[in-house]
């Protein structure tokens, strides 16, 4: 079936690199990505999102890409932060549709 | 501080009990949402509400009973719940209905007996 999954299930990086976090998908008719953080014990957080008509978005410390050629999609975290350790999931949806699907997440750990 | 409230945090209930969670936004928000969570596992959607009425039931069995009685309040109704229920219940909203959950709720963390 079709599914939205990650490259890695851990990342563990330095405080002050930069991450990067890796999303493949399957559904080619999805034209709305959306990057969640889930803290331990907490709700995922928003955190930026792309439509398909845009190959980059820039957020505050976030940059997420988008190759629709390879149906890949990456999220990019600038001087990687304490703070920035939890995990991350990539999630798609279908333009007027009403189902937001979840990828398997990614744990990033940040070492001081 | 999460902009969408869940009670109860925390819930233990045996098999032949009755309960409720409740989720609340004031945000204006038109579209809330259930989703699934179990331990080390990506939140699967159960059901989506625009505008106050259910458009997305994602097969979930009916001892799971959605309930919106207003544009600020869901409900997820529980009864006869089986064991492997046991997850964090999570609750979502959107400013419109379009199905892309923006903010969440901590969630219930609820425990089947």
């Known amino acids: 079936g079709e599914s939205v999954g990650l490259h890695l299930p851990t990342l563990s990086v330095q405080e002050g690199d930069n991450s990067i976090i890796n999303c493949a998908y399957s559904?080619?008719?999805?034209?709305?990505f959306i990057w969640y953080k889930q803290e331990s014990g907490k709700g995922p957080q928003f955190i930026i999102d792309?439509?398909?008509?845009?190959d980059k978005r820039q957020g505050q410390r976030v940059t997420v890409l988008l190759n629709k050629t390879v149906k890949h999609l990456s999220l990019q975290i600038a001087a990687t932060q304490p703070g920035d350790s939890a995990v991350y999931f990539c999630?798609?949806?279908?333009?007027?549709?009403?189902?937001?699907?979840f990828g398997a997440g990614t744990r990033l750990f940040v070492k001081a | 501080d999460t902009e969408v409230t869940q009670t109860p945090k925390h819930l233990v209930m045996g098999m032949t009990n009755k309960k409720s969670l409740k989720c609340e936004q004031h945000?204006?928000?038109?579209?809330m949402y259930w989703y699934k969570q179990k331990a080390k596992k990506p939140p699967e959607l159960m059901f989506v509400?625009?505008?106050?009425?259910?458009?997305i039931n994602e097969s979930v069995p009916s001892r799971f009973s959605p309930e919106c009685p207003n544009s600020s309040l869901l409900n997820l109704h529980l009864h006869a719940l089986q064991p492997e229920d046991s997850a964090l219940y999570l609750c979502?909203?959107?400013?419109?209905?379009?199905?892309?959950?923006?903010?969440f709720g901590d969630g219930t963390r609820l425990s089947i007996l």
């Open positions: 792309i439509r398909s008509n845009m």
């Open positions: 999630a798609e949806n279908r333009d007027g549709g009403f189902k937001t699907i």
């Open positions: 945000m204006g928000h038109r579209a």
């Open positions: 509400y625009s505008y106050e009425k259910l458009s």
């Open positions: 979502a909203s959107s400013l419109q209905g379009s199905g892309k959950p923006q903010h």
């Open positions: 559904n080619s008719a999805s034209d709305y």
